[in-house]
C-alpha cells in the first residue's frame, strides 16, 4: 500500500494533533486530534489491531475510542479500570505512549433490549442510578489524565432505547437524564472528564438542538457520520451537510455553541465499482474540506471495524 502518499498529501497529517489533554502545552502538528475505535479492543486484552492500524498510516491513536454499557459486566468501573490499563498501554507510529480514552457510555444491557428500556430516561432523571454513576465518578476522578465521556449518544435517532421516537422519549426528559448524568460527577469534584454531547448527522427530521442539555452541562459537541458505497460514497463536505435530515448539522450545532466540535464516528466505505474516486483520494478531500470548510471541527475519530477499515483495497489509504 502507498501509505507515504497518503501521508504526504494531507489526511491523516491533519488529522493528528500532539494533543494530549484539553489543557496539555505540547505544540500542535495540526488542528486536530486523531484517534480510532478498533473492533474488539480493548477487550480482547491488548491493541494489536490498532497498532497495525496506525503504523499502517503513520499516526497515531491518541484519542482511543470504546463502547461501555451500563448493565453488563463489563461496565462496572473495576472492569473499566482494567480496560483502560490496556488501552493506554501502547505505543505506535514511532510516537510517544500517551493517548486519551474516550467512553462512549450506553445505558442499556445485559439484554439490550431496545423497547422497553432497561435503563429509562425517566429513571435516570430521578436518580435511580446515582449509586452506579457515582462508581465511574470516583473511578476517573483517582485517574491521573482526562477522559473523554459520550454517554447516550445518537440520542436523536430512535436505534438506541435512550433515542426520541422511541419508549415514549421527549427531548426534557432526555435532558434531564443528561444533566442528573453530569450533576453526579459535579458533585463528586470530578475534574478531569470531558462530557461529549453527540446526536448523529442525520434522523428523522429532529433538530438535534432540542436536545442540547447547554453549555453548562457539555464540554464537546459531536456528530457521528458515514459515507456508505450505497451513498457513492458522497464526499465528507456532504455528510455533514447536504446528504442529513434536517439538513446541515454542522452549522446548526456549532451556531447555538462556541463548545468545540467532535466527529466522534466516522468512516468511508469503498467506493462502488467505476467510481472516478477511489477511498484513499475520498481522504484527502475529506481532509482538504475540514481544513477549508469546518475550522470548528477540533477532533476525529475513525469508525474501524469490519465495514469501514482503513485498508479494504490497494487504493484504500494510498
Not at 432526555?174 to 442528573?180: E, G, K, L, M, P
Not at 469546518?294 to 483495497?313: H, L, Q, W
Request: glycine share 8%.
Amino acid at each position: 500500500m502507498k501509505v507515504n502518499s497518503l501521508v504526504a498529501g494531507v489526511l491523516l497529517v491533519c488529522f493528528v494533533g500532539a494533543v494530549l489533554s484539553d489543557n496539555s502545552t505540547a505544540p500542535y502538528i495540526c488542528s486536530l486530534q486523531y484517534g480510532t475505535y478498533t473492533t474488539n479492543e480493548p477487550f480482547q486484552g491488548n491493541m494489536q489491531a490498532t497498532i497495525n492500524s496506525d503504523n499502517s498510516v503513520d499516526r497515531t491513536s491518541y484519542i482511543v475510542h470504546w463502547y461501555q454499557n451500563w448493565g453488563d459486566g463489563s461496565g462496572q468501573w473495576s472492569n473499566v479500570d482494567h480496560f483502560l490499563k490496556i488501552a493506554l498501554n501502547f505505543a505506535s507510529a514511532g510516537a510517544p505512549n500517551h493517548h486519551i480514552p474516550m467512553l462512549t457510555w450506553q445505558p442499556w444491557g445485559p439484554h439490550f433490549s431496545h423497547s422497553p428500556a432497561e435503563f429509562p430516561l425517566t429513571s435516570i432523571a430521578n436518580g435511580h442510578y446515582d449509586s452506579y454513576i457515582q462508581t465511574w465518578a470516583n473511578g476517573i476522578a483517582s485517574l491521573p489524565y482526562t477522559v473523554y465521556l459520550r454517554p447516550l449518544h445518537e440520542m436523536d435517532g430512535n436505534w438506541y432505547p435512550w433515542g426520541q421516537g422511541i419508549n415514549g422519549n421527549n427531548p426534557s426528559q432526555f435532558i434531564a437524564a443528561w444533566r442528573r448524568i453530569h450533576s453526579v460527577f459535579t458533585s463528586r469534584g470530578v475534574k478531569n472528564v470531558r462530557f461529549v454531547w453527540c446526536p448523529n448527522n442525520s434522523n428523522n427530521g429532529i433538530d438535534q438542538r432540542s436536545l442540547y442539555p447547554g453549555d453548562a452541562y457539555v464540554d464537546w459537541i459531536g456528530l457521528d457520520a458515514y459515507a456508505s458505497s450505497a451513498s457513492g460514497p458522497a464526499s465528507f463536505r456532504k455528510i455533514i451537510t447536504t446528504n442529513c435530515n434536517p439538513i446541515n448539522p454542522y452549522a446548526r450545532l456549532t451556531s447555538m455553541t462556541n463548545k468545540p466540535m467532535m466527529i466522534a464516528e466516522f468512516g468511508a466505505q469503498e467506493p462502488p465499482g467505476g467510481s472516478p474516486t477511489t477511498k484513499g483520494e475520498w481522504f484527502q478531500n475529506a481532509a482538504h474540506d475540514i481544513q477549508q470548510f469546518f475550522p470548528r471541527i477540533k477532533a476525529i475519530v475513525y469508525f474501524n471495524d469490519a465495514s469501514y477499515r482503513f485498508a479494504t483495497s490497494s487504493n484504500s489509504i494510498a
